[in-house]
């Protein structure tokens, strides 16, 4: 199966975007999602995370309060809202899924299927 993340673009500061991530034909509901990113020259971030439940969310400080990881499991996808973009948030955003029942980690390593990116550009 692949994971497959949609909702990237380009926007001014301040704007917002909503990521998705779905892995059709993959029941979604006991894995963990996990957004990272990755600047141009710059390693690979891990930025927001959400429990295989949605209880349960952890953030990077330079996103909280203006991003929200979220899922629906009944849709099978998952979401990042992201408001008030930065220039310092452009980057190409990934999607990656945990099958582990790790708690709370932005840790790549602890991720085992991953999608192919979408580019999140923000500039006036």
């Known amino acids: 199966f692949r994971v497959v993340e949609s909702g990237g673009g380009l926007v001014q500061p301040g704007g917002s975007l909503r990521l998705s991530c779905a892995a059709p034909?993959?029941?979604?509901?006991?894995?963990?999602f996990g957004w990272f990113r990755q600047a141009p020259g710059k390693e690979r971030e891990g930025v927001a995370y959400v429990s295989p439940t949605g209880r349960n969310t952890k953030y990077i400080d330079s996103v909280k309060g203006r991003f929200t990881a979220s899922r629906d499991n009944e849709q099978n996808t998952g979401y990042l809202q992201m408001d008030n973009l930065k220039p310092d948030d452009t980057g190409v955003y990934f999607c990656?899924?945990?099958?582990?029942?790790?708690?709370?980690?932005?840790?790549?390593?602890?991720?085992?299927?991953w999608g192919q990116g979408t580019q999140v550009s923000v500039a006036s």
């Open positions: 990656a899924l945990g099958m582990r029942g790790l708690e709370l980690t932005l840790d790549s390593r602890d991720y085992d299927k």
């Open positions: 034909g993959l029941d979604l509901e006991h894995y963990s």
